[in-house]
């Protein structure tokens, strides 16, 4: 019984009055007939308050109509059942699972216990009713003209003013050992109110439309089947087993420390369950390493216990022996005839069989799945609907989703859920004064990442770092993700360094690819943007010609040319197996890799192949690049943040023998887009660059220089591009002479600042030397002759020199 599915049911009318209730499905609550049909008469109005107040977020309100007995059939028999369904007009969410109904029997009596909202709990103020606690014993069982009899060993007097005091309880679900086994439906006044009845739930579920509804429409898992209940030493009188029912083999995994519930994921998947009908319903968990799927798993297999379900099995999936012999045990525990242990496969068999036919209801999790051709056949499955399969995986393949199986994706925490961890790991160790406001940022840099959470949380109490301190830490060159996410944190016992964790798949990727490209594929994708980049990347010719050259081929052979086909199914090969995610319909970020897994694989990746994994990245970046770019603007931004992206990681790489043209490009493209502050911040880190690394008299240094000077003018900086433009045309001059064209172009460029200052007496003489220089160097007819003289033009005529500015125009 869960207090939060009570339900006090209140009706307009003639006749109207109140009731009890139990919330059976999100939108179906389950009531006594009268409660609704008053006299012959259907109430005019239902109106349903669900929740305890002390439970859960407190009652909702919803309005309510009759959904069986069907109305449409007109007004019941007066012996029909006292039972009704009613229907809310909006979803109740509440914990836990699915009802469970019984059906007492034996001889012996057994405890019930239920709660409503009787006359005699009603306080003498506008309150309204209040929830009374219902328990006793249905004694002898037996059965009485209205349906059980539930003795009361404490009732109350008869109200104040004569009425009924057990008026307003009817409705009331009645539950024996976990199971609803009725609905309480009248007292008895010849016993001094001593006793109620209860209408039978096996009678209501013997009907179709009542089994329908439930079994569509009840908490996902929710059959038409009940289980007998009896008193507990009535087993053994009856000759039955004494198994102390729930049974849990495995054990299921302890929860994490401050265990995120992640309520949108476990809606996801109790929504799959409920759209999995009358047979076994399967989840298939399917995500990265460290994302909390075995986390998620365990916490269904904790309620489903906590439930009352019958049977647990916690099964280890890496290797299918291990499923073999976890069904083995459970055969023996339960001690299913013919489960000798002689025969591990066999035993297996038998509890597959049992399964598939018992009515007592089992869920079963298959723990890290990795082979999932291996696991073809020992599926469970269920013929009564009362079975359920939970599975986790890396694997992200067709096969898993076979047979009837649903994929649930789990990715990492939200935000917000990485906040809240954060906050409830050290808030729960004592250790609060660690919080602070870069705790968001901390989240961010860690991608979210469950597992990293939780070995940084613990790394931070041990170490009394701050959030700001350990993200310093974090974010260090020198740290590797081993010193910011040590073992030593591995507080939960995951038993793996973060590293090996994020890394696990990359073995079988290496089994299930002849063609040695995966890796190099991986270690190029590891230089990008985790929020992901092109995947027309992967389809440029230096790219292919690079994993051309790392293709496993026979000694004796030329490696065979790599296909933009070939580089796709490498990709995807990689996505099945969750190191990436490539999907097209994102484009143009469809391939994109964990922030986290990319410093993990760029950690691991040898000190002589990084120069080459950049240049080549860098081509493919450029190659890529739309020319003009303002057309695909989207495409543009992507480029360009995967370019500042590849610049960190790739280190000096793109520096050697000189500044790789990818990064003049993205700088041209800021400019291009009018995006000035981002232009100048960008110009004066790749001036600082090639200077430090280049030096000062490079070209490329010079020209690095000159756009961050136009950046500056583009940004109407007019004073603090002059001098950049000033020291660059003495150093051209100085470097390449005073004919190069690169020289006349800087001083037209200084010309023209010095135009906009104002200053038109400096921009004269450095025009009329520009023209001179151009006719003698191009001759009159020049493209570039002919605008130095319309430049010229302009400045004398902005002078007030118009008698010379006529005859060059």
């Known amino acids: 019984m869960d207090p939060q599915r009570l339900v006090l049911v209140q009706t307009k009318g003639p006749n109207g009055g109140s009731g009890s209730g139990y919330l059976v499905g999100p939108q179906l609550v389950l009531t006594a007939l009268h409660v609704v049909l008053h006299e012959g008469e259907w109430a ?69 216990e239920g709660a409503g909202f009787p006359a005699f709990a009603a306080e003498d103020n506008e309150a309204g009713a209040q929830c009374e606690y219902l328990r006793g014993v249905l004694p002898a069982v037996s059965m009485s003209t209205a349906g059980w009899v539930l003795d009361c060993p404490v009732w109350p007097a008869p109200g104040k003013t004569g009425e009924r005091p057990w008026a307003g309880a009817s409705g009331s679900a009645i539950f024996c050992h976990g199971r609803l086994v009725g609905v309480a439906i009248e007292d008895n006044w010849a016993l001094g109110w001593r006793r109620l009845h209860a209408a039978p739930i096996h009678e209501a579920l013997s009907l179709p439309g009542f089994a329908s509804l439930v079994s569509r429409h009840g908490h996902p898992g929710t059959s038409s089947a009940a289980d007998e209940v009896i008193a507990e030493h009535g087993a053994a009188a009856r000759g039955q087993d004494e198994i102390a029912w729930p049974v849990e083999v495995g054990p299921v995994p302890t929860l994490a420390s401050a265990f995120q519930p992640r309520n949108s994921l476990r809606r996801q998947i109790e929504g ?31 309620d489903a216990l906590n439930d009352g379900t019958d049977l647990v099995v916690w099964a280890a999936a890496a290797e299918t022996q291990q499923v073999i012999a976890q069904y083995a045990q459970t055969a023996a525990r339960i001690r ?80 917000d859920e990485a906040r809240a961890y954060l906050q409830a790991r050290l808030t729960g160790d004592g250790m609060d004064h660690l919080l602070d406001d870069q705790a968001p940022a901390l989240a961010e840099a860690l991608g979210h990442l469950p597992l990293a959470l939780s070995h940084a949380a613990a790394h931070m109490i041990n170490e009394e770092l701050t959030c700001t301190a350990y993200l310093a830490l974090f974010n260090s060159q020198p740290t590797r993700l081993e010193q910011a996410l040590p073992e030593s944190a591995d507080t939960e016992g995951y038993g793996r360094k973060v590293t090996t964790t994020l890394l696990l798949s990359l073995n079988a990727v290496k089994t299930a690819d002849p063609t040695g490209l995966a890796v190099p594929a ?34 004796t052979a030329e ?152 950046s500056y003018q583009e940004a109407g900086r007019n004073d603090e591009a002059i001098p950049i ?34 200053r038109n007496d400096e921009a004269i003489p450095i025009l009329e030397r520009v023209l001179a220089e151009h006719e003698r160097l191009l001759g009159n007819d020049h493209p570039n002759t002919l605008i130095a003289r319309s430049n010229l033009a302009t400045s004398y005529q902005e002078a007030g020199r118009s008698n010379e500015a006529i005859p060059l125009l």
């Open 44 to 112: 005019c109005e239902v109106s349903a308050q669900v929740g305890h107040p002390h439970y859960g977020v407190g009652p909702v309100r919803r309005s309510a109509e009759v959904c069986w007995p069907d109305r449409q059939h007109g007004i019941p028999a007066k012996d029909a059942l006292d039972m009704a369904l009613l229907w809310l007009d909006t979803p109740v969410s509440t914990a836990g699972g699915s009802v469970r109904w019984g059906r007492p029997g034996g001889v012996a009596p057994v405890p019930f």
């Open 272 to 302: 799959a369950r409920a759209g999995g009908g009358a047979v076994v319903l399967t989840q298939v968990l399917s995500g990265g390493g460290g994302v909390g799927k075995t986390q998620l798993a365990a916490a269904s297999a904790t």
């Open 336 to 415: 299913l005839p013919g489960a000798d242990g002689q025969d591990p496969q066999a035993d297996a068999r038998i509890l597959l069989d049992w399964l598939a036919t018992t009515s007592r209801r089992w869920l079963v999790v298959l723990d890290d799945i990795t082979d999932s051709a291996a696991l073809k056949g020992w599926w469970p499955v269920s013929h009564t609907g009362r079975g359920w399969v939970l599975a986790t995986t890396r694997l992200n393949e067709a096969r898993l989703t076979g047979g009837g199986r649903t994929r649930i994706n789990i990715d990492v925490y939200s935000p």
């Open 522 to 555: 991986l270690r190029l994708a590891a230089l990008l943007d985790p929020a992901g980049h092109p995947h027309a990347v992967w389809t440029a010719p230096p790219l292919l010609d690079y994993l051309t050259g790392q293709r496993t081929s026979p000694e």
């Open 559 to 710: 490696p065979e040319q790599v296909t933009p086909d070939q580089a796709h199914t490498v990709l995807r090969l990689l996505h099945r197996f969750a190191l990436l995610v490539c999907d097209t319909r994102a484009e143009p970020r469809a391939v994109r890799m964990h922030a986290l897994t990319g410093r993990a694989v760029r950690e691991s990746t040898p000190d002589d192949v990084r120069p080459f994994l950049a240049t080549a990245t860098a081509d493919a970046l450029l190659h890529s690049w739309p020319d003009p770019d303002h057309v695909h603007p989207e495409l543009t931004v992507t480029l360009r943040a995967n370019t500042d992206t590849l610049a960190s990681r790739a280190d000096v790489h793109l520096w050697h023998p000189s500044c790789h043209p990818l990064l003049f490009r993205a700088g041209r493209s800021l400019v291009d887009a009018g995006l000035a502050r981002s232009s100048m911040a960008y110009w004066q880190k790749i001036t600082t660059n090639s200077e430090r690394l280049l030096g000062d008299n490079h070209p490329d240094t010079l020209t690095a220089r000159s756009n961050l000077a136009a």
């Open 725 to 758: 433009k000033e020291r660059a045309v003495v150093d051209l001059e100085r470097l390449l002479g005073n004919d190069h064209p690169n020289t006349l172009i800087a001083r037209s460029n200084l010309a023209t600042s010095y135009q906009e200052a104002g």
